[in-house]
């Protein structure tokens, strides 16, 4: 089954929800980054949660940025989704390796670390992006996330963010979900979403049983009956191009340019979410600094 993204609301009107099952994205990002497993179930946790997010924004050429830093051995971990939920995302130190924790899961939470920070970058094509920042709980993600949404925005939200390694270390289920509290629900229906949620158990264990995540929506909320609002698929898409890194290369001005062709005699850019590289040759650098030399 594809990856895939669904928005839902309670008939009630109470919550609205967002679900998604992300298997073969967090793989091909595992395949790109060459992430040992906590690397990976870090790193596909926080394509999920970003996912997620940036499909929440309807303006085209919006996205979101997702950046955890807790000061743990796996770095800055970095997501970033534009509006239809597609992602793409880096872990600084892929090849980290921790003992597993004492129940057997993998120990996201000391690779990430706990004295850190969850930060979110909304760009709505406006003058400057939206950021709001959070202190990191525990470094599990899901519950940093949750954090977020109550400090930040005020919206009492619950998330699930789950990544189920193989013993050959691919992916074998990967997803979550964001449910959130739409005005006017009372106490009582946190304690049926709480209730619910419990009964459901875990995300990696719903997407083993069927990777649809509408219907591990369903189970997560069997107490609610709920509206389907969207359907969509995903995946793992980088958005850079020759034109962009050459961009990037003119950026630097004429004269580091030249000290590039002095030095180096060329340059080789790889993108750091796919790994594609792009050759630039003498030719193609001294006709940036011509171009450039022509402007001053």
């Not at 992916?171 to 304690?191: R, W």
């Not at 069997?222 to 020759?242: G, T, V």
């Not at 062709?261 to 060329?266: F, M, N, R, T, V």
């Amino acid at each position: 089954m594809s990856d895939q993204l669904i928005r839902a609301i309670s008939k009630d009107g109470h919550i609205k929800a967002t679900a998604v099952s992300t298997r073969a994205l967090t793989e091909r990002a595992r395949q790109i980054h060459r992430t040992l497993p906590v690397a990976t179930a870090a790193l596909g946790r926080t394509l999920a949660a970003a996912s997620m997010m940036g499909n929440a924004l309807k303006e085209d050429g919006a996205s979101v940025t997702l950046q955890i830093k807790g000061g743990g051995p796996l770095g800055t971990l970095l997501a970033v989704s534009d509006n239809q939920g597609n992602v793409r995302g880096t872990v600084d130190n892929p090849a980290v390796d921790l003992p597993l924790r004492p129940d057997g899961k993998l120990d996201v939470g000391t690779a990430v670390g706990h004295e850190g920070t969850l930060t979110v970058i909304r760009d709505l094509n406006m003058k400057e992006p939206y950021v709001g920042s959070v202190g990191l709980l525990g470094g599990e993600i899901a519950e940093d996330l949750a954090a977020y949404f109550v400090e930040s925005e005020q919206i009492p939200t619950a998330c699930g963010l789950g990544v189920l390694v193989d013993r050959d270390q691919s992916v074998l289920a990967a997803g979550g979900y964001l449910i959130q509290l739409l005005p006017g629900a009372g106490e009582d229906v946190i304690a049926k979403v709480e209730g619910s949620l419990m009964a459901a158990g875990p995300v990696t264990g719903l997407l083993r049983s069927d990777p649809d995540p509408e219907a591990m929506l369903r189970r997560a909320l069997s107490d609610f009956d709920l509206e389907i609002l969207e359907k969509s698929p995903i995946e793992y898409r980088c958005y850079c191009s020759r034109d962009r890194m050459e961009r990037a290369l003119i950026s630097l001005g004429p004269e580091e340019l030249q000290a590039m062709i002095d030095e180096q005699g060329s340059a080789d850019l790889t993108c750091r979410f796919c790994d594609n590289v792009q050759h630039f040759s003498k030719a193609d650098l001294e006709a940036m600094v011509r171009g450039l030399q022509k402007k001053m």
